[in-house]
Nanobody
Framework: QVQLVESGGGLVQAGGSLRLSCAASIRTFSRYSMGWFRQAPGKEREFVAAIRWGGGTTFYADSVKGRFTISRGNAENTVYLQMNSLKPEDTAVYYC??????????????????WGQGTQVTVSS
């Protein structure tokens, strides 16, 4: 049974930073591609960032490029999302996700097998 547990969300002022963590109970974690999505009230879930199983290739949504950094610690079975220069429009529930298979459609929710329960990020203006 694969479980993904996010942590690190909270309330922060605009311009501030947060670091999200996702602990994965996956025996072969290093072979999984991992990602972060977010969903704001009344909106669809949208892609934020992804990292390939090898860890050397990352992808970002244009809206967060240059501000957010995805990384992974394979020894710790954890994926991180460092969020800097936060804006009110970054307010959403952030979800960690993982896939056993490589897909070029890394920004699609359909490309992922497992999802965490989400962690709330609120950025005040």
């Amino acid at each position: 049974q694969v479980q993904l547990v996010e942590s690190g969300g909270g309330l922060v002022q605009a311009g501030g930073s947060l670091r999200l963590s996702c602990a994965a109970s996956i025996r072969t974690f290093s072979r999984y591609s991992m990602g972060w999505f977010r969903q704001a009230p009344g909106k669809e879930r949208e892609f934020v960032a992804a990292i390939r199983w090898g860890g050397g290739t990352t992808f970002y949504a244009d809206s967060v490029k240059g501000r957010f950094t995805i990384s992974r610690g394979n020894a710790e079975n954890t994926v991180y999302l460092q969020m800097n220069s936060l804006k009110p429009e970054d307010t959403a529930v952030y979800y960690c996700t993982g896939s056993r298979y490589y897909s070029s459609a890394y920004s699609s929710t359909a490309s992922y097998d497992y999802w965490g329960q989400g962690t709330q990020v609120t950025v005040s203006s």
